[in-house]
Each structure stands twice: as structure tokens, then as C-alpha cells.
């Protein structure tokens, strides 16, 4: 069955520091998709990336960067140089092509970065 | 902003009693979802229509139904409200329902009492 494992609850770290956000996932799809979102205090959820089982390269936006291992099952999420405005629950989500394309949230990692 | 739009906003009732809650999706979306957050079970998913038609069900309870009109908005009728009903939910739309990213609404926080 598929999963999402988020094994940090939360993490806190002081300004300018770099983080890393663990997920790792299970499926017996060839073919996923997998999400980060951002759930600031103000409680919306935010679109950050959307990564397809075929395309391993790292990706890089600013000052977020994420690493998918296809060996290892995981999809980590690193924040650099982070900022007070990068506090937030962060969740990571599957979603299958099979059946439904219904997500498969973990159970979020809040990042409190203080100043 | 997603495009999504969700009310209301904040809803507060009381136990046994009836709500709907009501979701714009983003223009040129066909798919709605509906997803449930609460401290206990997390984020998960209830219902998702395509084009006014229910496409697929997770753990959405008897007492809660859905529904996509024509002009593709979406309601979620909950009934016979407990207490444990008290959550954020959430609308999410895609274009085409088929591993698209969803663009999620602001959610709706109920409160039973």
C-alpha cells in the first residue's frame, strides 16, 4: 500500500541555517508523482514542487532545493540560509497513477526558524 | 491564491446539526477534491469529482456527501454532526484529474460543539 513517511515532527533552527526535510514514500507504482506543500500559521496550503517517478534530477528554486532518490525512496526538501518567513508545517504528498490520483499525504514536519 | 476559493470561512454549530460547505475551483479546472485535516488523522483525502461526476472515494463517513453542479462548483454536505467532525477542510481543483498538481482553497475550519 502507498505511505508517506515524515519521520521529523519538528525542527527548529535559528535563522541562516540550512535544513533538510525528510520523506520517504512506498508504492508499487512505476509511474508517481511526488508533491512538497507549505502550510504557513495561516493555515492554506501551498503549492511548492511536483516531481514524476521518471525525472531524477535535483532541482533547485531559490533557496529551496529538493533531492529525489528513486534507490532509497525518498524525496528530501532542503531550505538554505532559512528566514523566519520558512516557519511553517511542510508536508509531503504521493500521488499514484493507478486507481485513484488521490494524495497520499504524510503527516507534515513543522519548521520553526527563529530569529 | 490559488484561484480556489472556499466558504465559508470559519463555521461553528453544534452537535447533530447540518452544514454545507461550498468550493469555487481555479477557472478551466474540471476536477474537484475535497480533503479533511484534522490533529489526529492528518490530511485525507474524501471524495474527488470530474466534471460533475464522482470520480473517486476515500474515508468520507455516510453522514457526509458531496456534489459538483454544472457550473463545476462544489458542495460537501456534512450531517448528524460529532464533535470529532471538527476540522479544516479542505477543496483542492486540477485541470484534468489524472495526476495533475492540486491547487488547494483557503479550507474551511468547522467546529462542532
Known amino acids: ?25 512506498e508504492t508499487r507504482d512505476t509511474t508517481y508523482y511526488l ?12 503549492f511548492l514542487i511536483r516531481r514524476n517517478s521518471f525525472d531524477e534530477q535535483n532541482e ?3 533557496r529551496y532545493s529538493w533531492n529525489f532518490q528513486k534507490s532509497t525512496s ?22 499514484e497513477t493507478s486507481g485513484t490520483y488521490k494524495y497520499i499525504f504524510g503527516t507534515g514536519t513543522r519548521l520553526k526558524v527563529l530569529a | 491564491d490559488s484561484g480556489v476559493t472556499q466558504t465559508p470561512k470559519h463555521l461553528i454549530t453544534a452537535t447533530g446539526q447540518r452544514v454545507t460547505l461550498r468550493c469555487s475551483p ?8 475535497w480533503y479533511q485535516q484534522s490533529l489526529d488523522q492528518g490530511l485525507q483525502f474524501l471524495i474527488q469529482y470530474y466534471n460533475g461526476e464522482e470520480r473517486a472515494k476515500g474515508n468520507i463517513l455516510e453522514r457526509f456527501s458531496a456534489q459538483q453542479f454544472p457550473d ?9 454532526l460529532e464533535l470529532g467532525d471538527s476540522a479544516l477542510y479542505f477543496c483542492a481543483s486540477s485541470p484534468s484529474g489524472r495526476a495533475d498538481t ?12
Open chain 1, 35 to 46: 508533491f512538497w506543500y507549505k502550510q504557513p500559521p495561516s493555515g492554506e496550503l501551498v
Open chain 1, 60 to 62: 533547485i528554486s531559490g
Open chain 1, 74 to 95: 525518498s524525496f528530501n526538501f532542503t531550505i538554505t540560509a532559512s528566514q523566519v518567513v520558512d516557519s511553517a508545517v511542510y508536508f509531503c504528498a504521493l500521488s
Open chain 2, 26 to 33: 481555479r477557472s478551466g479546472d474540471l476536477s474537484v477534491y
Open chain 2, 72 to 80: 463545476l462548483h462544489s458542495e460537501l454536505n456534512l450531517s448528524s
Open chain 2, 102 to 113: 492540486q491547487y488547494f482553497g483557503p479550507g474551511t475550519r468547522l467546529t462542532v460543539l
Open chain 1, 1 to 25: 500500500a502507498q505511505k508517506v513517511t515524515q519521520a521529523q515532527t519538528e525542527i527548529s533552527v535559528v535563522e541562516k541555517e540550512d535544513v533538510t526535510l525528510d520523506c520517504v514514500y
